[in-house]
């Protein structure tokens, strides 16, 4: 990893940097370093974007969760399901998952590489063949998994759905009809899990680097996206 963009959910000296059981001395920097050199849990492969805190707060792994995402101005209710996979396939997933959107999408990227802790850009293009942005999405397939400051949602308006694979490698399914997401889930052995934690819901790390912002403009420019 180049360089580590930043820590959610609490500063590093009060939070990431104690020991597990809470160990007021905390690890020494080479104790630091192997943690953030971990890739493997278990089966589960971790992307180079993002690592947890030291102490481990939650473990990753792969699976879904059933939720519900409520819209503040109107207070409707849309289920929700949020999916960990694997570094090996979790693109191959997002890109199964996009084809139930239907043939015209709307895209939004997401990037925090300007940005300070916690805030990002969002940036919009309307009306793209699906087809045209799945070839695209191939060419910047590793900025998309490694960059902790990327992400990306595509989404059919009329259809109200919308799939989400944001800065933490997470996929965000939004719409009224998830059995079909479910079944593409599953099919890559990603299972569901109502007990299952996500990184975001703990202490976590962010990874980043120069060539990772360059290629994302580069990116934005290709697909046309703008504030």
């Known amino acids: 990893m180049s360089f580590l963009k930043r820590i959610y ?19 020494t920097e080479g104790e630091v370093e192997s943690h953030l050199q971990v890739d493997y849990y278990g089966d589960f492969r971790l992307t180079e974007a993002i690592r947890p805190s030291y102490q481990l707060d939650v473990v990753p792994q792969q699976g879904y969760r059933r939720d519900t995402y409520t819209d503040q101005k109107t207070d409707v209710e849309v289920p929700l399901l949020i999916a960990a996979a694997s570094a090996e396939f979790v693109f191959d997933l997002f890109m199964d998952l996009l084809d139930p959107l239907g043939p015209l999408v ?7 590489h300007l940005s300070d802790a916690g805030e990002h850009a969002d940036m919009y293009r309307d009306h793209i063949d699906l087809p045209v942005l799945k070839s695209t999405l191939w060419d910047y ?24 694979f944001d800065e933490h490698k997470l996929l965000f399914i939004y719409g009224e009809s998830p059995q079909q997401f479910e079944e ?26 120069d060539e990772f912002r360059d290629q994302f403009d580069i990116f934005r420019c290709r697909t046309g996206a703008g504030s």
Do not use: W, Y
């Open 9 to 27: 959910n609490g500063p590093l000296e009060s939070h990431s940097l104690e020991g597990p059981g809470g160990d007021n001395h905390g690890p």
């Open 106 to 112: 709307d895209m939004v990227l997401e990037t925090s």
């Open 141 to 164: 397939e590793e900025l998309l998994t490694h960059d902790g400051c990327s992400g990306i949602a595509v989404l059919n308006p009329a259809a109200k759905l919308e799939v989400q």
């Open 184 to 209: 593409i889930l599953e099919s890559h052995g990603v299972q569901h899990d109502p007990q299952l934690r996500f990184l975001t819901e703990s202490d976590h790390i962010h990874s980043s680097s």
